[in-house]
DNA sequence: CACCAGGTAGATC
DNA sequence: GATCTACATGGT
């Protein structure tokens, strides 16, 4: 890997924790492949890395990204960040950061609709104003066990059971967080069960198969699932 | 014009 | 608790 216009000391300071550099890959995936769908999960996402992304921006991204698509997602991040972030120039073109919980909590509707969030706009608001008062912290959640990081991100509006794995998993160091989305629900469906069952059950078997690198199995999976289209 | 996309909130039983 | 439905938006 090679990063350009970055220092030794801010390669220590951000990109080997941002990357996961520290985590043992080889050895997870040894593990792992064990399964013998995890085996061939793994051949297929050989170089796939858990990124440890902001928490805050990392919550809302994931409120953004329930019933919707990647295309759209990605779209709906830009322009509110373009709208409500801070404009960052770098060799003459523009870029901008995430926007901070006080500037998502004054957006009007109106701004947040033109944004393209649709329905989800109050729930990006609401959140943003329950972290701008100090209500809750992504940083401190961070600290907590999986758990009770669970169960504290479920009081935000726009963050159900697979939102709130989604952003343990992501952003808070919780490598036993299983997301079940509709991918990962047909791949676990498709090769471990045999026919459609609750969401819950799904995350059981997942904790007793992969226990605390569950979360990365899920990324292997989903990939996998993906590209592969398992199960559609 | 239906159906879908990295689910969730709110109502109901 | 478990189950059902509406939900903005843009693409196919």
């Given at each position: 890997m090679i990063l350009e216009n970055c220092s030794p000391e801010r390669f220590e300071s951000f990109w080997r924790h941002?990357?996961?550099?520290?985590?043992?890959?080889?050895?997870?995936?040894?593990?792992?492949?064990?399964?013998?769908?995890?085996?061939?999960?793994?051949?297929?996402?050989?170089?796939?890395?858990?990124?440890?992304?902001?928490?805050?921006e990392t919550l809302i991204s994931f409120i953004i990204s329930a019933n919707n698509n990647i295309t759209r997602i990605k779209g709906i991040i830009e322009r509110?960040?373009?709208?409500?972030?801070?404009?960052?120039?770098?060799?003459?073109?523009s870029y901008y950061t995430f926007p901070a919980p006080e500037s998502l909590a004054c957006a009007s509707e109106e701004d947040l609709k033109a944004c393209g969030c649709g329905y989800r706009g109050a729930y990006i608001k609401k959140t943003a104003a329950m972290v701008a008062e100090g209500l809750i912290s992504p940083?401190?959640?961070?600290?907590?066990?999986?758990?009770?990081?669970?169960k504290t991100l479920l009081s935000c509006m726009g963050v159900g059971d697979k939102v709130a794995d989604c952003i343990l998993l992501f952003s808070m160091e919780k490598p036993e967080a299983?997301?079940?989305?509709?991918?990962?629900?047909?791949?676990?469906?498709?090769?471990?069960?045999?026919?459609p069952v609750p969401i819950r059950q799904i995350k059981t078997i997942a904790a007793e198969k992969f226990g605390k690198y569950a979360g990365l199995a899920q990324q292997y999976l989903f990939y996998y699932a993906r590209e592969k289209k398992i199960g559609k």
């Amino acid at each position: 890997m090679i990063l350009e216009n970055c220092s030794p000391e801010r390669f220590e300071s951000f990109w080997r924790h941002y990357f996961d550099l520290d985590r043992d890959y080889g050895e997870i995936k040894r593990q792992l492949s064990s399964d013998p769908v995890l085996k061939e999960a793994v051949k297929y996402g050989w170089g796939m890395r858990i990124l440890n992304q902001d928490p805050w921006e990392t919550l809302i991204s994931f409120i953004i990204s329930a019933n919707n698509n990647i295309t759209r997602i990605k779209g709906i991040i830009e322009r509110l960040s373009q709208k409500f972030g801070r404009e960052i120039c770098w060799e003459g073109k523009s870029y901008y950061t995430f926007p901070a919980p006080e500037s998502l909590a004054c957006a009007s509707e109106e701004d947040l609709k033109a944004c393209g969030c649709g329905y989800r706009g109050a729930y990006i608001k609401k959140t943003a104003a329950m972290v701008a008062e100090g209500l809750i912290s992504p940083y401190k959640i961070r600290e907590l066990s999986y758990e009770e990081g669970h169960k504290t991100l479920l009081s935000c509006m726009g963050v159900g059971d697979k939102v709130a794995d989604c952003i343990l998993l992501f952003s808070m160091e919780k490598p036993e967080a299983f997301p079940v989305d509709v991918w990962v629900k047909r791949v676990m469906e498709y090769f471990y069960i045999g026919s459609p069952v609750p969401i819950r059950q799904i995350k059981t078997i997942a904790a007793e198969k992969f226990g605390k690198y569950a979360g990365l199995a899920q990324q292997y999976l989903f990939y996998y699932a993906r590209e592969k289209k398992i199960g559609k």
